[in-house]
């Protein structure tokens, strides 16, 4: 560059430090303007050797992110110091430990934040996105300040891809659509959402995107002139009633209306809502509500509103903090028109987010519901149990659900996705509530676990110390931290089922002569086909491997003893146990969360075999096709059909349960009842359905329903119900 360009571009450099300082929508301090100045040198500094694909300066791109977080988010000085700091750690000399010295210790902590979620490493085994989804989630224990600085970096970042190849341009653009606008709705930034979004569109699908946005600049004066004419005939009443409001029309997002046109399957020109109208009033904070509802009668005397479309986000705010009316009415024309209505405390948060609810927090003492999010989502990220795949599902599951709210007993009100059903609900006021629930009431009245919440019910949770989850209850579950849980506690389960079967197989081991070491635990693993120790110790515990299998294993051990001296002389290396006999036992694919057996194919560009982490993906002619998790069009196809993409399992034909009947005859005799159900349920590995009994004349006649994983369970069942005294015959029917 020539020595006159370089100092036009220190004075453009210049300029935008000037304006970030202007633009600012806090009330900036001497102390914070010291604290900006500073990063700012240091990133220019810093920067001072780099350039953009573009270009420009690199000092451009933190400079601009930082504008973002200080204007459309209104975040405060160290927020502001750390965008401008943000890439130094990672592209530069800079360290840590030299930012910690400079800034002190929250700014480097965030800088750290933002440096490892650019250095997450891939993990094979899942969908790169979707561990990186989660990996990033879990920095918001540090400060979630973080992640609202990555959402800020991302927009600049979609806001200047012209310059890159169009196969980064859509990877990029993918990834925004499945990750960033998503997070940036559920914080609250309503805006930078609308905007990750249409950027999102812009780059995968650049067609559609172009022609909906020459669409709306033509229909754009006929749309003015509509709004026009809706407006004037409020305007008068709300004059004379001498409120002090504002009148916007806004137009949808193009991205919003790309989703309605596919939704509803229509043409640009069908959709009806291509704008809302936004009323905006200046209230005191006591007469918000009153003022609200008072602009609503006025709406309503003029435009007849439709009572389905009503949404009342001021009695209960949304969890992301956002509050305001919106109405449906039928405007000029015949034409639906949406009504928002809101104060312009009410239209800040909405406008930006989190950071203007802190603004006010202190004034009404309202914790914004981020803490209280935060919680939430730190329950299912603390459980490592749950994979990635299935982390990334349930937060968008919550995520994009429309809310409902129900009531415990004494009126505390809880907020749950829509369709959450009884369980949800009893996880959603404490773990432990969940784990220990015996039975619901909706509205005072016994129902199923699995019946689905409206909003208004009271919802009282029956809970026992003995009650525990159990398989089924994962279809009952609807909620990320409800399914996570239930996970956590029937693997507890299984560890406790498999301590036990440890030490019995330690003993019959025994009595075949057989120590049990790590070697002989290997070996038993590959014998039986099974992938972990834990599986063969659940395995003995619950009664699937039991004396006559151990004597096989026994003598093939001794016949591979007396085959390695007959070879003594012949050393050979131990044959390769391939992946298809160790998962032998897990090779039946079920989908959903249902496990539904359904026809599929494997796909040919990542050949899965049984055992692979995979996922089903719903194509257009040739039905289900299953990939695996790390397939080289993984993160497309997680990217851009989220909506085709289904849960794929490898299960093992041992563990399936299965329902069986039961039925006993015998002599009557007093306590006989009893001990029947005592026997059955003190097997922690049975579930007792439904158990009748009868007798008449002295004869006992009983029937009873059960679910078991396995025969011998149930043979050994049958066995011990046959040693009750006055019990005659049991058979299964």
Not at 357 to 369: A, E, I, L, P, V
Not at 461 to 489: Q, R
Not at 559 to 568: E, P, T
Request: charged share 30%.
């Amino acid at each position: 560059m020539t020595e006159e360009a370089l100092e036009l571009e220190k004075k453009a450099i210049a300029k935008e430090y000037k304006n970030l300082l202007k633009i600012s929508y806090r009330t900036l301090s001497s102390a914070d303007k010291k604290l900006i100045r500073s990063a700012f040198d240091v990133a220019v500094d810093a920067h001072k050797e780099q350039r953009r694909k573009s270009g420009e300066a690199y000092i451009f791109h933190p400079i601009a992110v930082a504008k973002i977080v200080a204007a459309e988010i209104g975040l405060d000085a160290t927020s502001i110091a750390s965008a401008l700091l943000h890439d130094v750690v990672e592209d530069t000399s800079y360290t840590l430990a030299d930012l910690e010295q400079l800034f002190g210790e929250t700014v480097a902590r965030i800088v750290d934040g933002l440096t490892k979620i650019d250095k997450m490493p891939y993990d094979g085994d899942v969908s790169m996105q979707a561990e990186n989804f989660r990996k990033m989630l879990l920095t918001l224990n540090d400060d979630v300040r973080v992640i609202i600085i990555k959402i800020a970096d991302r927009l600049h970042n979609m806001q200047t891809m012209d310059s890159m190849p169009d196969y980064k341009q859509v990877k990029i653009a993918s990834e925004t659509l499945y990750i960033y606008a998503p997070l940036a709705h559920r914080i609250g930034l309503y805006n930078i959402k609308t905007q990750l979004e249409d950027l999102g569109l812009k780059y995968t699908e650049p067609e559609v995107y172009t022609d909906i946005l020459s669409k709306i600049k033509e229909s754009k004066e006929e749309q003015d002139a509509y709004i026009g004419t809706f407006s004037k005939t409020i305007k008068d009443t709300l004059d004379a009633e001498g409120l002090s409001y504002e009148i916007k029309g806004r137009p949808k997002s193009i991205f919003s209306i790309r989703r309605k046109m596919q939704v509803q399957t229509v043409t640009f020109d069908e959709v009806y809502d291509k704008f809302a109208v936004r009323i905006i009033y200046k209230s005191e904070l006591a007469n918000e509500k009153f003022l609200a509802w008072k602009i609503y009668s006025i709406v309503t005397d003029h435009y007849r509103p439709n009572p389905v479309r009503l949404r009342d986000w001021i009695s209960s705010p949304k969890s992301t903090g956002y509050e305001a009316l919106h109405i449906t009415v039928m405007g000029p024309k015949g034409r639906w028109v949406e009504v928002q209505i809101r104060s312009e405390r009410m239209d800040e948060i909405a406008e930006k987010g989190f950071a203007a609810h802190f603004k006010y927090k202190n004034k009404n003492n309202d914790d914004g519901g981020l803490d209280a999010w935060l919680n939430k989502l730190q329950d299912t990220l603390e459980n490592h149990d749950i994979s990635a795949i299935d982390f990334v599902k349930d937060f968008k599951l919550n995520l994009y659900a429309k809310e409902i709210y129900a009531f415990t007993p004494k009126g505390d009100l809880y907020s749950l996705p829509k369709g959450a059903t009884a369980l949800d609900f009893a996880f959603q006021i404490h773990t432990e509530v969940g784990i220990h629930t015996r039975g619901t009431k909706v509205n005072g009245k016994l129902v199923p676990l699995s019946r689905e919440l409206m909003s208004g019910d009271q919802v009282e949770i029956i809970t026992s110390e003995n009650a525990k989850p159990t398989n089924n209850w994962l279809n009952y579950a609807t909620t990320g931290k409800a399914i996570s849980k239930i996970k956590s506690a029937l693997n507890a389960d299984k560890k406790v089922v498999a301590a036990e079967g440890k030490e019995v197989l330690m003993r019959k081991l025994k009595s075949l002569k057989i120590s049990l070491d790590e070697n002989t635990t290997n070996q038993l693993v590959s014998f039986f086909k099974l992938k972990t120790s834990l599986d063969l110790f659940f395995r003995v515990g619950s009664g699937i491997i039991d004396n006559k299998q151990l004597k096989d294993f026994a003598a093939s051990r001794s016949n591979a003893l007396v085959s390695f001296f007959k070879k003594i002389r012949k050393p050979t290396s131990p044959p390769d146990i391939h992946k298809e006999e160790i998962t032998e036992k897990y090779d039946q694919l079920v989908f959903g969360k249902e496990e539904q057996k359904l026809d599929y194919k494997m796909s040919t560009c990542c050949n899965p075999i049984p055992g692979d982490n995979v996922f089903g993906f719903v194509t257009i002619n040739e039905g289900i096709k299953v990939h695996k998790q790390n397939c080289p069009n993984a993160v497309q196809l997680q990217s851009n059909y989220n909506y085709r993409i289904i849960l794929a399992t490898w299960i093992d034909s041992t563990q399936r349960e299965f329902r069986s009947e039961l039925s006993l005859t015998g002599i009557d005799t007093i306590g006989l009842v009893n001990e029947v159900t005592r026997v059955v349920s003190n097997n922690l590995l049975i579930d007792m359905k439904s158990v009748h009994f009868d007798s008449n004349d002295g004869v006992f006649t009983g029937k009873i329903v059960v679910v078991v994983k396995n025969k011998n369970i149930l043979d050994n069942l049958v066995q011990n119900i046959k040693k009750i005294n006055g019990i005659d015959k049991v058979t299964r029917v």
